[in-house]
């Protein structure tokens, strides 16, 4: 579940900000099992579901996902450019190259990628959509939610065209293995002496996201400080996790956060409109504190539903099992709400904390004892932009 930004051009269109892009490209993608409202999915082996999921992950083949996202991940950069300081062996070939002992360089561009494993094992791949039907139908009869999605399917790597996903009738779930990040910045170096001549060197790098369930929105803010919000039409369940729980718990989490984005969204209009931020960073403060309220309310509903989930479709699973697996959570910055949303759930019950997150989430806000929204200094992200050109 991620809230990204984007920031809309004159003319309408539309340039990438620090933390994203406001559309997405989908390729090599096929949809295998029917509309979402038709299926009521058989009965299942919840054994045999958990030995596919406590299985190695796969890490191949990837198969990219969209556009490529022009952008600088900080820590990545700060990897890459050690990296080429402390090479000695490229540093002397470009110096040879370009005949000079002295070097210049420069970022020229930075991109990232999103990559998709496929499942590829078809039992595999109909026992987990079976779950997360099931897991779904459950939790909007608990909680009386309309059901957000057009279609629960298998992303597919086998399609010769590319399908595009359109939201105008619901949301499709696609269900893959594993998900990585692909990295890459290209470099280029030049004499000091600037004699024209000038090698690139690119490098990428390839990191598996650990996220097992996506649902992304993407903030557009408009020349005269219009604020607005693009949603992705898909969201993203991964089959495989170092803690099975978790895969179990993706798309239950996620369906509801499917419910309450939009009042998130609304809520964080409402915080830039009365008090307009003047730097990027301090809109992005914004949109993480009001993504960690979500996150507790989302937690709070999740540990109430989980343990007869498990009872109902599964083995039984030991309530410390579900306590383990929430508590480490709470080493993440984005959790740190998660202990007063589950005690506001069980206080409230599933309904009126739905009800109360969606008509009035600054309420539900307070209640979690938070300050203002603004997070401390230690919590803030640094400028992503590289804009030194250091001699070697």
């Given at each position: 579940m991620r809230l990204l930004l984007a920031i809309i051009a004159p003319f309408g269109s539309i340039r990438p900000a620090k933390l994203g892009v406001a559309t997405l490209l989908l390729s090599c993608l096929s949809i295998s099992g029917v509309a979402a409202e038709h299926q009521s999915g058989p009965r299942f082996d919840g054994n045999l579901l958990l030995t596919y999921i406590q299985a190695e992950s796969r890490r191949a083949p990837l198969i990219e996902f969209g556009q490529a996202e022009n952008r600088v991940d900080e820590a990545l950069s700060r990897e890459n450019r050690a990296f080429l300081g402390q090479n000695e062996t490229l540093l002397a070939r470009i110096r040879r190259q370009l005949e000079s002992e002295a070097l210049s360089w420069k970022l020229a561009e930075a991109s990232k990628r999103l990559m998709i494993v496929p499942e590829s094992r078809p039992a595999y791949a109909a026992l987990f959509e079976n779950y997360c039907q099931a897991a779904i139908d459950y939790v909007l009869d608990?909680?009386?939610?309309?059901?957000?999605?057009?279609?629960?399917?298998?992303?597919?790597?086998?399609?010769?065209?590319a399908a595009s996903l359109s939201g105008e009738n619901g949301i499709t779930a696609l269900l893959v293995h594993n998900i990585a990040d692909v990295y890459t910045e290209e470099y280029i170096f030049s004499a000091a002496a600037e004699t024209g001549?000038?090698?690139?060197?690119?490098?990428?790098?390839?990191?598996?996201?650990?996220?097992?369930?996506?649902?992304?929105?993407?903030?557009?803010?408009?020349?005269?400080?219009?604020?607005?919000?693009?949603?992705?039409?898909?969201?993203?369940?991964?089959?495989?996790a170092d803690d099975p729980l978790n895969v179990l718990i993706a798309p239950v989490e996620e369906t509801l956060h499917i419910a309450l984005r939009r009042a998130t969204e609304n809520a964080i209009k409402s915080s830039l409109a009365a008090q307009p931020p003047e730097t990027i960073p301090a809109v992005e403060q914004i949109i993480e504190e009001w993504l960690a309220v979500e996150e507790a309310a989302v937690g709070g509903l999740v540990r109430q539903?989980?343990?007869?989930?498990?009872?109902?479709?599964?083995?039984?699973?030991?309530?410390?099992?579900?306590?383990?697996?929430?508590?480490?959570?709470?080493?993440?910055?984005?959790?740190?709400?998660?202990?007063?949303?589950?005690?506001?759930?069980?206080?409230?019950?599933?309904?009126?904390?739905?009800?109360?997150?969606?008509?009035?989430?600054?309420?539900?806000?307070?209640m979690l004892g938070t300050s203002n929204g603004d997070r401390s200094a230690d919590h803030q992200q640094p400028d992503s932009a590289l804009t030194d050109e250091p001699t070697v």
């Amino acid at each position: 579940m991620r809230l990204l930004l984007a920031i809309i051009a004159p003319f309408g269109s539309i340039r990438p900000a620090k933390l994203g892009v406001a559309t997405l490209l989908l390729s090599c993608l096929s949809i295998s099992g029917v509309a979402a409202e038709h299926q009521s999915g058989p009965r299942f082996d919840g054994n045999l579901l958990l030995t596919y999921i406590q299985a190695e992950s796969r890490r191949a083949p990837l198969i990219e996902f969209g556009q490529a996202e022009n952008r600088v991940d900080e820590a990545l950069s700060r990897e890459n450019r050690a990296f080429l300081g402390q090479n000695e062996t490229l540093l002397a070939r470009i110096r040879r190259q370009l005949e000079s002992e002295a070097l210049s360089w420069k970022l020229a561009e930075a991109s990232k990628r999103l990559m998709i494993v496929p499942e590829s094992r078809p039992a595999y791949a109909a026992l987990f959509e079976n779950y997360c039907q099931a897991a779904i139908d459950y939790v909007l009869d608990k909680t009386r939610l309309p059901n957000p999605y057009r279609t629960i399917a298998t992303f597919s790597a086998t399609a010769s065209t590319a399908a595009s996903l359109s939201g105008e009738n619901g949301i499709t779930a696609l269900l893959v293995h594993n998900i990585a990040d692909v990295y890459t910045e290209e470099y280029i170096f030049s004499a000091a002496a600037e004699t024209g001549t000038r090698i690139k060197i690119k490098l990428s790098n390839r990191s598996y996201t650990g996220e097992v369930g996506s649902y992304s929105s993407y903030l557009v803010i408009g020349e005269d400080q219009q604020y607005d919000f693009v949603r992705n039409p898909y969201t993203l369940w991964r089959n495989s996790a170092d803690d099975p729980l978790n895969v179990l718990i993706a798309p239950v989490e996620e369906t509801l956060h499917i419910a309450l984005r939009r009042a998130t969204e609304n809520a964080i209009k409402s915080s830039l409109a009365a008090q307009p931020p003047e730097t990027i960073p301090a809109v992005e403060q914004i949109i993480e504190e009001w993504l960690a309220v979500e996150e507790a309310a989302v937690g709070g509903l999740v540990r109430q539903l989980l343990p007869e989930i498990m009872e109902r479709f599964l083995t039984e699973w030991p309530a410390k099992d579900i306590e383990a697996t929430l508590s480490a959570r709470l080493e993440f910055d984005k959790y740190r709400y998660l202990n007063q949303g589950i005690r506001i759930v069980e206080d409230l019950g599933l309904e009126a904390a739905i009800d109360l997150y969606q008509k009035t989430p600054q309420a539900f806000k307070s209640m979690l004892g938070t300050s203002n929204g603004d997070r401390s200094a230690d919590h803030q992200q640094p400028d992503s932009a590289l804009t030194d050109e250091p001699t070697v």
